[in-house]
């Protein structure tokens, strides 16, 4: 574990113990961004801990200032897709083939949730999902494969988590679920 000034880690005391207002909260996510004097490792920390407090208590705010909740799953998909589509032929899949809002999002059960999936003429899936189920949750990337349909609930399915760092042994992963499913 990479260890954090004690500058930073006042501020990060201050930032999740305190109350700070929107504005306050809203300079420091700015001054955090033009400070020269911290790592890039206390940095992302610092933001971290501004963002989830602007999401809980200012998510209007939030959304102008930050993006929306769901820009990091989009961009790390967007990104895995467009190098799956030059690796793999997407022209049968049987569900639409482009980063998609899952159902579990939709619904308010989980805070994110984006995947990529591919479906054979076999009724045989797999997918990479951008999962976060709870704002204070860390997000996680889920990979499954295995039939899907009613026919099919009983079988077995194949599913492992990653965390995000390790995006590249979930994307091997889910390379070798779609030679299983992509004929």
């Known amino acids: 574990m990479t260890e954090i000034s004690q500058r930073v880690q006042k501020a990060l005391n201050y930032i999740e113990a305190k109350e700070p207002s929107k504005t306050e909260l809203i300079n420091f996510f700015n001054q955090i961004n033009k400070d020269e004097k911290i790592t890039d490792h206390e940095?992302?920390?610092l933001i971290e801990s501004v963002e989830?407090?602007?999401r809980i208590k200012f998510p209007k705010s939030a959304k102008k200032i930050l993006g929306g909740k769901s820009a990091k799953a989009q961009e790390l998909l967007e990104e895995i897709f467009d190098l799956l589509k030059k690796e793999?032929?997407?022209s049968k899949n049987k569900v639409k083939s482009k980063v998609k809002v899952g159902g579990k999002m939709i619904s308010g059960e989980w805070f994110v949730d984006w995947?990529?999936?591919y479906k054979n003429d076999d009724g045989y899936s797999t997918g990479f999902a951008y999962i976060q189920k709870?704002?204070?949750d860390e997000p996680f990337l889920l990979i499954t494969y295995g039939r899907v349909g009613q026919k099919y609930e009983n079988e077995d399915k194949e599913?492992?988590?990653f965390?995000?760092?390790?995006?590249e042994d979930a994307l091997k992963l889910y390379k070798s679920f779609?030679?299983?499913t992509i004929k």
Do not use: A, C, G, V
């Open 43 to 45: 940095r992302e920390i």
């Open 52 to 54: 989830k407090q602007m």
């Open 88 to 90: 793999f032929d997407w």
């Open 115 to 117: 995947y990529i999936s």
């Open 134 to 136: 709870k704002l204070e």
């Open 159 to 161: 599913e492992q988590n």
């Open 163 to 167: 965390p995000t760092e390790l995006k």
């Open 178 to 180: 779609l030679l299983k």
